[in-house]
């Protein structure tokens, strides 16, 4: 079973529509959660970071997290044609390492 | 604030040759990651340094890897000899020193490795 896991896509979505991109995570002991967005031929860049259950609104950008579902998502509204990247979900585990998923690639039809 | 440098940016050799990478993390940063990216596969470490101490390399092909991070502040990555399977963007990170710093990190640029 792999640490982090996600659907690599892609997803389409029409400008201006809401996308949402989803991750699982397998360690229970996992504290902090991230999303981090990679443009194609980028390195990743950190946009949320979330460490309770629940919502954390930033912008257009919301990190949701489920402990007990062990499940996080990213939404993003009003989504915009910069906004069509690669979507890397990251888990720092209880023995504070960071995992990485496959990563979701969005792709933001105008 | 300067950000995350790496070099070479790109670098092609032939396998069983020998490569290395540089990389000089945000200053005042004490932890330092190198990670390996794989086209289609999310950034997978390699090995992480607090100042100059290894934490973890646990993922590190050692028979062939090696780094090193001598004075606490730059690093440098090195792969002998070099296998096909090696052929990948070799990513550097860096955070602040503390538990939520662990996770949040910047990436340099990279260093696009092809292997012939």
């Known amino acids: 079973q792999k640490e982090v896991e996600q659907n690599s896509g892609p997803l389409s979505v029409p400008e201006g529509a809401i996308a949402s991109l989803n991750c699982t995570y397998s360690?229970?002991?996992?504290?902090?959660f991230f999303w981090y967005r990679q443009y194609s031929g980028k390195s990743p860049e950190l946009i949320m970071s979330i460490y309770s259950n629940g919502d954390k609104e930033d912008g257009r950008f919301t990190a949701q997290l489920n402990k007990a579902s062990q499940y996080v998502s990213l939404l993003i509204r009003d989504s915009q044609p910069s906004d069509s990247a690669t979507y890397l979900c990251a888990v720092l585990t209880g023995a504070n390492n960071l995992f990485f998923g496959t990563g979701t690639r969005l792709t933001v039809i105008p | 604030e300067a950000g995350v440098a790496q070099s070479p940016r790109y670098k092609i050799i032939e396998k069983r040759q020998s490569v290395a990478f540089w990389c000089n993390p945000i200053?005042?940063?004490?932890?330092l990651y190198w990670y390996q990216q794989i086209l289609g596969q999310g950034p997978k470490l390699l090995i992480q340094f607090q100042n100059n101490g290894v934490v973890d390399d646990s993922q590190l092909p050692k028979d062939r890897f090696s780094a090193e991070r001598l004075k606490g502040v730059d690093s440098t990555l090195k792969i002998q000899p070099a296998k096909l399977e090696d052929s990948a963007v070799y990513l550097c990170a860096s955070s602040f020193p503390g538990l939520a710093g662990y996770g949040e990190q910047f990436f340099g640029p990279g260093t696009r490795l092809t292997v012939l």
């Open positions: 360690d229970r002991g996992s504290q902090s």
């Open positions: 200053s005042g940063h004490a932890t």
